[in-house]
């Protein structure tokens, strides 16, 4: 099948990911490719450090090894370094499928471990309570990174999280199809490694896909967004004409690993 044919059953396909785990909107089938994972990424809002002391005491201690005990790993959570305004915190749970996605707050509810290690923080007071608000997002893995990876583990590194937001649903596809025909492993070879590459199916910005990167530090992410503008296969791929007017706004946010973060 090629991408023309492909584009022209995109409509049908766009409610598959929530039906069948296996299809992805887009999807360009690959044999023995392994299943891919669902992202659910979070904000935190926190408004004092109260609030953030508590928070990261909490996803340290108890919740990070819940989730760990419920299969979802490796957690990770961000602080941000460059971005919106205000205490936050990014948190990144990966998913073997979309079941595992839908039902961890009500598998978490049931652990009983987890409930009492952290009835301080779970139950706080409507006038004191453990955070703001929170927003979440819901992925689905790309076809050519069909599984989060953790690529550098040394404690300066730093995190960059972009979102491509698109004009129409039909635009967010053809940018898909560049990614999983030609642009991620450019990013592999000029050193943009990536940590995870997610179709967005629920959440703000819509329609859009929203990945991220990871650096040994800030110099190391210059000299490779450098060397990916310059690189000749990301002339020859940006340049045909079949992905042209497919991002319509890009958000980028730098973000910095918390002590207890897996990612």
Same mark, same amino acid.
């Not at 698109?166 to 991620?184: H, P």
């Given at each position: 099948m090629n991408r023309r044919t492909l584009l022209a059953s995109a409509v049908p396909a766009a409610l598959a990911p929530l039906v069948a785990p296996q299809t992805a909107l887009g999807a360009i089938t690959r044999g023995a490719a392994p299943a891919s994972q669902y992202y659910e990424l979070r904000r935190y809002r926190l408004r004092n450090v109260s609030q953030q002391r508590a928070f990261?005491?909490?996803? @340290? #201690?108890? *919740?990070?090894? *819940?989730? &760990?005990?419920? @299969?979802v790993e490796p957690v990770g959570a961000f602080t941000v370094m460059h971005g919106p305004n205000g205490p936050s915190v990014y948190v990144l749970l990966p998913h073997a499928d979309l079941e595992s996605a839908t +039902?961890?707050?009500?598998?978490?509810?049931?652990?009983?471990a987890y409930m009492q290690a952290g009835e301080g923080f779970l139950k706080r007071s409507m006038a004191d309570p453990s955070y703001a608000r929170y927003e979440s997002s819901l992925f689905k893995a790309f076809d050519d990174m069909p599984v989060m990876e953790t690529p550098i583990s040394s404690g300066g590194r730093v995190f960059e999280l972009r979102v491509y937001e +698109?004009? +129409? #649903? %039909?635009? @967010?596809?053809?940018?898909?199809?560049?990614? &999983? &025909?030609? %642009?991620?492993p450019i990013f592999r070879e000029v050193g943009l490694h990536p940590v995870f590459f997610g179709e967005a199916l629920v959440g703000e910005q819509l329609p859009n896909l929203t990945y991220m990167l990871v650096f040994e530090n800030m110099a190391a992410k210059d000299e490779a967004w450098a060397k990916f503008i310059a690189h000749p296969d990301w002339k020859t791929l940006s340049a045909d004409p079949y992905y042209a007017e497919t991002v319509s706004a890009i958000s980028s946010y730098m973000l910095r690993p918390t002590g207890y973060s897996q990612v």
């Open positions: 990261h005491t909490f996803w @340290g #201690d108890v *919740a990070t090894p *819940a989730l &760990n005990r419920l @299969g +039902s961890v707050r009500r598998r978490l509810a049931e652990d009983e +698109s004009q +129409s #649903d %039909e635009a @967010g596809i053809r940018k898909i199809e560049m990614f &999983n &025909n030609g %642009e991620i």
